[in-house]
């Protein structure tokens, strides 16, 4: 199963819209322990998307770069920032496909959080939305069945949020609220389950 340059624009296009419906949600979640913001965060960089994603593009990787642009210039906090990242570092792994695998996926995971986690200094373990994208990471590597893809990645990333739940939060904003953070879950896994289509509930 391949997916073409169309395909990934019609995905992002969902998972910026999906940005957008999650915005109240993220913004509740973040005030628990943050600034409260990341819904905003978010809503802005889907709103850029939607605009840059409005026309077609011959490969994947012009989708992937025109959200990285979208998000730089939306915003400067933290998470935008890191999207932005996630976003061109596809961008540049793809930059010479006309299509990419199924099987592909997972290995572009890998990549992306292996630039996030160097570029925000974090680890696997911290709490954070790297966990998430490795939970689907794993899930989806040997997958059988491409027509699975969705359903194996929101069941990886829901159960990732409930699995780092009772931990303590070990990096950004809430690291300094480790103990009260233990029993509330991240904002930023909530944030990846609901990008790929995780409904809430």
Do not use: Y
């Not at 340059?5 to 915005?23: G, N, T, Y």
């Not at 490969?59 to 976003?87: E, I, N, Q, W, Y």
């Amino acid at each position: 199963m391949t997916f073409s340059a169309e395909d990934i624009r019609i995905w992002l296009h969902q998972c910026a819209e999906r940005m957008i419906a999650s915005a109240d949600e993220l913004n509740e979640l973040d005030a628990q322990l943050g600034d409260g913001d990341l819904g905003a965060t978010l809503e802005k960089c889907a709103e850029l998307m939607l605009t840059g994603l409005a026309d077609a593009a011959d490969r994947p990787s012009d989708h992937f770069k025109t959200c990285a642009m979208a998000c730089t210039r939306a915003s400067g906090s933290s998470f935008g920032t890191l999207l932005a990242v996630a976003f061109m570092t596809a961008a540049k792994e793809t930059a010479d496909r006309d299509v990419l695998l199924v099987q592909e996926i997972a290995p572009l995971i890998g990549d992306v959080n292996a630039v996030l986690m160097a570029r925000g200094r974090s680890n696997l373990g911290d709490k954070t939305a790297l966990d998430s994208l490795d939970a689907i990471r794993q899930a989806v590597h040997d997958i059988e069945c491409p027509e699975d893809l969705h359903d194996l990645a929101c069941q990886a990333a829901n159960e990732a949020i409930v699995a780092f739940k009772m931990q303590p939060n070990k990096i950004g904003r809430a690291r300094m609220f480790a103990e009260k953070s233990i029993g509330i879950v991240d904002p930023g896994m909530v944030a990846v389950a609901r990008m790929i289509g995780s409904p809430v509930g």
